[in-house]
């Protein structure tokens, strides 16, 4: 099967053969088809399945089938809303839909919070056809009436599991208020709890479910591996795999914003350039560290989890858990953005003590044991004790008997921060650091706000 198959316009096809694809990947090939037919479709997809071009292709498509129609202005109405997460996740959507339609006459344009609203105000009012936003930054737009809703014809709603995770559940219902009753709506989601079901059935029709991997499945093309070290030997360790290894291009997660910056002080020392990406990062650095990342001129990008949501970067060799995630599903996520295309990829995660209860339950959750290699010189020491984790106000692993109370239970439900202190994609968020809760933040994330979760519900 061939992208020519599908009846794309020719503009969008030329497009997308000088970006070098011939075989859409099965998210893509399942989606387009229904899209294009102006079918609603659920899609159960991950980061780097190539979803996005499942939607964002036929969009285009149907778009340009349909001129627009100006208002008395001459302004051109926004026809497509794509709702995303985090800014990293938008800012990569909508440069997708400036490639793919280069040759067609649409316009597009990104909003996300974090930067100057009057640029984007600007834009909006010049008119364009397709409007990729984060949910915050979209509601200041529409309670300012900068913007107009009423002409949306395809909605798509990009990650609802971690819009959800993000507590975006209320501004989702806000926006879905303002947009007509009748049109397309497209929902991708890594997994399907109750929360997300329940909200598709509010917005798609007779959707289509599209699905190509299991939840929770690790690719096959992804070597795992696990490095038993000294809870103070980690960034040595680090250090020496890269530098022995030659490694060029590293993705390496730790789960607070201060480990992050701390970590990758600790590499430039070491003469490793490192930049680190979280939410006390402005947007300028955090476009730049993934900017430089991308075309190899950064050898190591340190991410807390929801920072790293909405990565994608092709042919990526190896990811490092400095520290494992105390949420096991963040391990797929984590480690599933290597091995994509087809490509062989290796996820290396340094356990220390302290980590070992979250190695058992990521091991129980891949239904899998992942081979333990101890590298010689950074052995553990055998009479090493668990200590205690402190997230925030969590005190959580292996040693959390003796420094403060044991959290087994769903640990969304706290003041946690397995995405590194809540430092997010979308930019500002504190799901766990130790500051009281905190009112809206408008730059993508939500600050102190309860993630929407109820008793055991799967977590993605």
């Not at 690719?219 to 490694?247: F, T």
């Not at 970067?313 to 949420?327: G, K, Q, R, S």
Request: with cysteine; charged share 25%; net charge positive.
């Amino acid at each position: 099967m061939s992208f020519d198959s599908f009846g794309l316009a020719p503009e969008i096809l030329k497009a997308i053969a000088e970006e070098g694809y011939t075989t859409p990947t099965p998210i893509p090939a399942q989606a387009i088809p229904i899209v294009v037919q102006g079918g609603d479709v659920m899609g159960a997809a991950q980061t780097g399945t190539g979803k996005t071009a499942g939607f964002t292709l036929p969009m285009l498509h149907r778009l340009m089938e349909k001129p627009a129609v100006r208002d008395a202005k001459g302004r051109l109405p926004i026809r497509a809303l794509i709702l995303t997460p985090t800014r990293e996740l938008a800012a990569q959507v909508e440069e997708s839909v400036r490639t793919y339609g280069k040759y067609s006459k649409l316009t597009s344009t990104v909003i996300f919070g974090g930067v100057g609203m009057q640029p984007q105000i600007d834009k909006l009012r010049r008119g364009i056809d397709i409007l990729v936003a984060t949910p915050g930054r979209l509601l200041d737009h529409l309670q300012q009436r900068t913007m107009d809703l009423s002409h949306v014809e395809i909605f798509v709603l990009d990650e609802a599991d971690r819009m959800l995770d993000m507590g975006f559940i209320h501004d989702i219902k806000k926006v879905l208020a303002v947009l007509p009753v009748q049109k397309q709506s497209l929902l991708f989601s890594a997994t399907f709890s109750d929360e997300i079901k329940q909200l598709a059935d509010k917005l798609l029709n007779k959707p289509v479910l599209i699905e190509v991997a299991r939840r929770n499945q690790t690719a096959e093309a992804i070597v795992q591996k696990v490095h038993p070290v000294g809870r103070e030997m980690k960034k040595d360790l680090l250090v020496h795999l890269i530098k022995s290894n030659d490694w060029d291009q590293v993705l390496v997660f730790t789960r607070m914003k201060h480990g992050a910056n701390r970590l990758c002080e600790h590499l430039l020392k070491e003469g490793i350039s490192a930049m680190a990406i979280h939410g006390n990062k402005s947007q300028s650095a955090r476009t730049k560290a993934l900017a430089e990342f991308k075309t190899g001129d950064l050898t190591v990008l340190v991410a807390t989890d929801i920072a790293a949501r909405g990565i994608d970067i092709d042919m990526l060799p190896h990811v490092v858990n400095y520290e494992l995630p105390n949420v096991p599903e963040d391990y797929v996520h984590r480690i599933g953005r290597t091995g994509r295309a087809g490509a062989k990829g290796e996820a290396v995660s340094l356990v220390c003590v302290d980590e070992n209860g979250f190695l058992r339950d990521i091991e129980r959750l891949i239904k899998r044991e992942i081979p333990k290699e101890i590298v010689p010189g950074f052995e553990p020491n055998p009479n090493e004790r668990a200590e205690p984790i402190v997230l925030g106000r969590m005190v959580i692993g292996e040693g959390a008997g003796r420094g403060g109370p044991r959290h087994h239970a769903n640990p969304r439900g706290g003041n946690n921060s397995h995405g590194g202190g809540g430092g997010g994609g979308g930019g500002g968020g504190n799901r766990g650091g130790s500051n009281a809760p905190r009112g809206p933040s408008r730059d993508g994330a939500r600050s102190g706000r309860p993630p929407v979760r109820t008793g055991g519900a799967p977590k993605r």
